[in-house]
Structure formats: structure tokens, C-alpha cells
């Protein structure tokens, strides 16, 4: 009875962990996990949108991350951080509404419908920090994965390593292909 009283008072406060949240969650607390969403929807958000370079698509990702989420937590074993799983959810979301996005494409194109798609993020198309995104989405997917942690949510090579699953040297390895390959790319757009 007193850990009850204690968990409610945390959760009154909004000092839980993420540990008591997601065990809380697991057991059909809605407050917990309302609670669980909203300290960790900015990340997602972010991971999201460094993934696509699209606002509208990362706040699409975010909401079906959390409907995922939901439907996920109790599988949540706790054997990695819960933002490497998160991730890993984001990260799946972003995948499949681009495969959504292909397919949808090659159906408008099979019909000879031209569709006009705004991909306006609200930044200066001339934004050299913007261009240098938009060339980091068109590297190979782990390049990718490793400088949206590294570069874009400030991991370390460690934690990155952690959250996508390989060796450091691995993440450190990615890293420097990437860098390589986006001289050369903002080199040929006049970038560099």
C-alpha cells in the first residue's frame, strides 16, 4: 500500500522515472504512459524529422510512433535504454512511410498523375545547414542512422552504438564514410 501511495504522489508531481512510468504503462496505467509520451515526444519528433527533412511526415511518424508505442510497451523488456528501443521505433515508422511514399509514387506515376507535393519546412531553400540534411538523408541508412545520432540528437559514438546495435568502432566507421561522402556531395551542389 505504501509503494501505491508513493507511485501516485510521483506521479502527482511528475518526478517518476521513466522505469516506474514504463511499468506502470505496462499495466494499463493511461496516465503513466501519457506521461512517458509527452517526455519523450520531442525526441521522437526530432529523430523523425532528421530522418525525412519534412515536418508534416515527422509529425505523421510521431503519431504513429505513439499509437505503436502503445500497442508495444508490454514488450518492452528493458535489456537496452528505453530511447535505443524508441528509437528503433522511430526509426521504423520513418521506414515504412517511405516505403509508403514510394509505392504511393509509382501508382501516381503508373496513372500519369503529376502530384504536387510540398515539402515546405519553413527554412530558406538557400539554408546551408538545411542542404547539408537533405544530403545526409541520401547516404546509405546506417551512415544515415549514425550522424542523426551523433550530429543531430548529440549521442556519443557509445550511446550511438548502443542505440543502433553495433560495435563503436562501427558507429566511428560510419561516421567517417558519411563525412566523405558529403564533401563530395555538397561539393558537386556548389555547397563547399
Known sequence: MMAMTLEVGMLEKGDASDGLLIGLARDGDETAFGRLVERHYDFVYRVAYRWCGSRADAEDIAQE?????????????????????????????????ARK?????????AYGVHALVSGATGLLPDDPAEAMWNA???????????????????FSHAAAAETMGCAEATVSWHIHEAKKRL??????????
Open 65 to 97: 510512433v505513439c499509437i505503436r508505442l502503445g500497442r508495444a510497451i508490454r514488450g518492452f523488456k528493458g535489456n537496452a535504454a528505453f530511447t535505443s528501443w524508441l528509437y528503433t521505433l522511430t526509426l521504423n515508422a520513418a521506414r515504412d512511410l
Open 101 to 109: 511514399a514510394r509505392r504511393d509514387a509509382v501508382k501516381t506515376e
Open 136 to 154: 545526409v538523408r541520401t547516404l546509405p541508412d546506417k551512415q544515415c542512422e549514425a550522424v542523426v545520432l551523433v550530429y543531430g540528437e548529440g
Open 183 to 192: 564533401k563530395v556531395l555538397m561539393r558537386r551542389a556548389g555547397e563547399v
